[in-house]
């Protein structure tokens, strides 16, 4: 069964398709990928509607090129499964109106899929794919959550953010810091240059005992630093942004082994655009090296918004049984949707 997969939650356009026939792990074919990162940057952050006009311009092209790639037809594809929510309303409607337009004129089902649970899934891509049951760190730029994960669709939320997320608190203190959108990335690079111990920043609800996670309050106290500092901030930036992650990296670090824990789970999944981080990914790999527990990322390139996630998703729901949508063709999208709800 070939499934085509179509992203356009947020600012970049994703198409691809993956080959679930079987039992086996879906397998990817072939991929294309737009990002809006350089339209955006000019506005420092997203502007929601030229994000779905770009999506528009973007998407069939990209399916042209990944049908090249798979040397695949459109008529060979089986079903074609879209990002549902959540996400930007306009972006969103892009995606699944084209991709319900495609399937209506192929004849073939769509499907909607759960933006998170296409993150969640990612790592089944990778060279070292996970096995079920396990716990997995979600950290995308909206959402920070923990889940206890026993099979597709079997999601049981253990903690999540009550404020920004972890990716709202690198984007946010990467722009107080004068960094380009999106912040992650640049104030990751910054880092290395930088020593974490510099300033003494808080570690929001890290010893309050649950699995939740607030990141508000970091980010004040990066507004404070930066207005005490005026202009040396230039010459402090590096060490700021050094503190900064730290901070950040040291609640994820001890949140997610705090959940291994009490699940008595050996397998930690880490997925979404934060997973990229390599700091966030050494402290993991040698905490977890130390307690026997086994970590799993997506490949690089799959930990931010890409298609091959969303067809994957839709490729393992169906191979576990969910039964082929009906054949028909109006659809809604669901900007706030809580994964939980999915199901
Ligand atoms: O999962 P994603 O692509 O989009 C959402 O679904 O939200 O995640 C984007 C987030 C942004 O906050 C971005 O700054 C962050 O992931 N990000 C990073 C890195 N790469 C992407 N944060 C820290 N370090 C990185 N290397
Ligand atoms: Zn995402």
């Not at 049951?133 to 903690?159: C, D, I, K």
Request: charged share 20%; hydrophobic share 45%.
């Amino acid at each position: 069964m070939r499934v085509l997969g179509i992203e356009s939650s947020c600012d970049e356009t994703g198409v691809a398709l993956v080959d679930a026939s079987g039992a086996a792990v879906p397998r990817l074919l072939g991929q294309a990928l737009h990002s809006q990162i350089a339209m955006h940057q000019a506005y420092g952050g997203v502007v929601p509607e030229l994000a779905s006009r770009d999506h528009i311009r973007r998407v069939l092209p990209l399916m042209a090129e990944v049908m090249v790639q798979t040397g695949c037809t459109p008529a060979e594809v089986d079903v074609v499964a879209y990002t549902r929510g959540p996400g930007l309303a306009g972006a969103l409607l892009v995606g699944a109106g084209v991709a319900c337009a495609l399937a209506a004129s192929l004849g073939k089902p769509a499907l909607g899929v759960h933006h998170l649970e296409g993150h969640l899934l990612s790592p089944f891509l990778s060279a070292d794919p996970p096995e079920f049951p396990f716990v997995a760190l979600l950290v995308s730029g909206g959402h920070t959550q923990l889940m206890r994960v026993e099979g597709v669709g079997r999601y049981e939320l253990l903690g999540e953010s009550i404020d920004d997320a972890a990716g709202e608190a690198f984007d946010k203190s990467a722009k107080l810091l004068g960094l380009p959108y999106p912040g992650g990335p640049h104030l990751a690079r910054l880092a290395e240059q930088g020593d974490p111990q510099a300033f003494k920043l808080p570690r929001p609800l890290l010893h309050s005992g649950d699995l939740d996670f607030s990141f508000a309050g970091l980010k004040t106290a990066v507004l404070t630093q930066v207005q005490k500092l005026g202009d040396g901030l230039h010459q402090r930036a590096p060490d700021l942004a050094a503190s900064t992650q730290a901070a950040i990296v040291e609640v994820l670090l001890k949140k997610s082994l705090m959940a291994l824990e009490r699940t008595g789970l050996q397998r930690l999944v880490v997925a979404g655009g934060v997973g990229a981080n390599a700091r966030l990914r050494e402290v993991l790999d040698a905490a977890c090296r130390q307690r026997g527990v086994r970590v799993h990322y997506p490949e690089l390139e799959l930990c931010t918004d890409n298609g091959a996630m969303i067809a994957l998703a839709a490729g393992m729901r169906l191979q576990g049984g969910l039964a082929l949508p009906e054949r028909r063709y109006s659809f809604d999208v669901k900007p706030r949707w809580g994964l939980a709800e999915a199901l």
